[in-house]
Nanobody, 120 residues
Framework: QVQLQESGPGLVKSSQTLSLTCTVS?????????WAWIRRSPVKGLEWMGA???????FYSPSLESRTSISRDTSKNQFTLQLISVTPEDTAIYYC?????????????WGQGTQVTVSS
């Protein structure tokens, strides 16, 4: 059974960098899947932020690409999201998920989500 768990600070100040880590168990991030970051906010709803593929290739939402970086640590079976220059509009629940069909937006495993609040 694959499990994903997000970790990181729950509160970030405006203009700072948000960093979240997703720890994966029960499956390797170098297997044939894509590993995504998705967030949900009252204002924007569900928003795909980006993903890192099994081979390390990164993909980003055009609207967030200038502020987003996704990396991985294969020795720890983790992948990480960094979002720079955050504002209160980045307040959301952040999820990591496994995509089983590339970038088609189909996910079979999700983390429980972590609330991130950006203070002004």
């Amino acid at each position: 059974q694959v499990q994903l768990q997000e970790s990181g600070p729950g509160l970030v100040k405006s203009s700072q960098t948000l960093s979240l880590t997703c720890t994966v168990s029960g499956g390797s991030i170098t297997a044939d899947y894509y590993w995504a970051w998705i967030r949900r906010s009252p204002v924007k709803g569900l928003e795909w932020m980006g993903a890192i593929a099994y081979n390390g290739k990164q993909f980003y939402s055009p609207s967030l690409e200038s502020r987003t970086s996704i990396s991985r640590d294969t020795s720890k079976n983790q992948f990480t999201l960094q979002l720079i220059s955050v504002t209160p509009e980045d307040t959301a629940i952040y999820y990591c998920a496994r995509a089983y069909n590339g970038l088609l937006g189909e996910y079979d495993y999700w983390g429980q989500g972590t609330q991130v609040t950006v203070s002004s």
